[in-house]
């Protein structure tokens, strides 16, 4: 079968993982349950990036670089997200997004 | 009573990780790395589905965390270990430390939220599944020009590659954090006087 060695086996496992963040994104109530599946959102195209690299022979490291490059950015990301939602569960006192209506009214 | 059920519990999951391991390892000719494969996105798929759809937020921190490990394994079957150190000092050490912390912030005792999901959660259950058919329709119509067999990188050339020709990203990189962290404490920062 050879799925350890076809490109085709990781973008597809990629493809699903995201496919599931965007679902949690889309559905979940709470903040840090959005922002965590952003995280999976992430991760599955990191690890396309990675498939990439390994498999097409023109850009051997440079996949991996990116792909590291990547998880930093995630990493500031996290950062101000997680500062944003504890700034604005200070003042609403709640993680749900949908009670966050100051600018409906 | 509980303690048995748990142990049951953690025996039928592993039992759902590794049976389709077990089958593609006797199926598909004994490759080792065939039904690591296997196992680690199995482990990976089901621990993020229960990320998007367990009631306890907190539980649904420690799925993301094996969620990441497995990822950290695809890694290294993948032939990229420097990313699979990576993804576990950062995402594992790091953002999901982050994502606990500002959980147990978050909750308040007078109301975990009664419904998890948005009125919306089975259109957006569609569109995921649309989402991920179009994607794997899309990568095998795709011919990719790949090599049949992947390239396991060595640490020492993708850092000569690092700091040589992308020592200027590397540096923005770094500045970016730092710019991150300090914006992140002074938006996280209590305010004394309020106006």
């Given at each position: 079968?050879?799925?350890?060695?076809?490109?085709?086996?990781?973008?597809?496992?990629a493809?699903?993982?995201f496919?599931i963040?965007?679902?949690g994104?889309?559905?979940?109530?709470?903040?840090?349950?959005?922002?965590?599946?952003?995280?999976?959102?992430?991760?599955?195209v990191n690890?396309?990036?990675?498939?990439?690299?390994?498999?097409?022979?023109?850009?051997?490291?440079d996949?991996?670089?990116?792909?590291?490059?990547?998880?930093?950015?995630?990493?500031?990301?996290a950062?101000?997200?997680?500062?944003?939602?504890?700034?604005?569960?200070?003042n609403?006192?709640?993680?749900?997004?949908?009670?966050?209506?100051?600018?409906r009214? | 009573?509980?303690?048995?059920?748990?142990?049951l519990?953690?025996?039928?999951?592993?039992?759902?990780?590794?049976?389709p391991?077990?089958?593609v390892?006797?199926?598909g000719?004994?490759?080792?790395d065939?039904?690591l494969?296997?196992?680690?996105?199995t482990?990976?798929?089901?621990?993020?589905?229960?990320?998007?759809?367990?009631?306890?937020?907190?539980?649904?921190?420690?799925?993301m965390?094996v969620?990441?490990?497995?990822?950290?394994g695809?890694?290294v079957?993948?032939?990229a270990?420097?990313?699979?150190?990576?993804?576990?000092i950062?995402?594992i050490?790091?953002?999901?430390?982050?994502?606990?912390?500002?959980?147990?912030?978050?909750?308040?005792?007078?109301g975990p939220?009664?419904l998890?999901?948005?009125?919306?959660?089975?259109?957006?259950?569609?569109?995921?599944v649309?989402?991920?058919?179009?994607?794997?329709?899309g990568?095998?119509?795709?011919d990719?020009?790949?090599?049949?067999?992947?390239?396991?990188l060595a640490?020492?050339?993708?850092?000569r590659?690092?700091?040589?020709?992308?020592?200027?990203?590397?540096?923005?990189v770094?500045?970016?954090?730092?710019?991150?962290?300090?914006?992140?404490?002074?938006?996280?920062?209590r305010?004394?006087?309020?106006?």
């Open positions: 079968m050879g799925l350890a060695n076809s490109l085709d086996a990781y973008l597809i496992l493809g699903v993982l496919a963040g965007t679902f994104f889309l559905a979940r109530r709470n903040a840090i349950s959005m922002l965590m599946s952003i995280e999976l959102m992430l991760n599955a690890l396309a990036i990675v498939a990439f690299g390994s498999f097409i022979p023109g850009l051997k490291a996949g991996s670089i990116i792909a590291l490059m990547v998880i930093a950015v995630a990493a500031a990301e950062t101000v997200g997680l500062a944003i939602i504890i700034a604005i569960y200070r609403r006192k709640t993680p749900l997004v949908d009670e966050y209506d100051a600018m009214r | 009573m509980r303690g048995w059920l748990n142990l519990g953690a025996a039928i999951a592993g039992a759902v990780v590794t049976t391991a077990l089958l390892f006797v199926l000719g004994g490759s080792v065939d039904a494969f296997v196992a680690l996105g482990l990976m798929l089901v621990s993020a589905l229960l990320v998007v759809t367990m009631r306890d937020i907190i539980r649904c921190g420690l799925a965390i969620a990441f490990l497995a990822l950290a695809i890694y079957v993948v032939g270990p420097l990313v699979a150190a990576a993804q576990v950062v995402y050490g790091a953002i999901s430390v982050l994502i606990l912390f500002a959980i147990m912030l978050t909750q308040s005792k007078a939220a009664r998890v999901f948005h009125a919306q959660a089975a259109p957006a259950a569609v569109a995921a649309i989402l991920a058919v179009l994607i794997t329709l990568v095998s119509a795709t990719w020009a790949a090599v049949a067999e992947r390239t396991r640490t020492a050339e993708l850092a590659i690092l700091f040589q020709d992308y020592v200027l990203p590397f540096e923005v770094g500045v970016l954090l730092l710019a991150a962290v300090i914006g992140g404490v002074f938006i996280a920062k305010e004394e006087d309020p106006g």
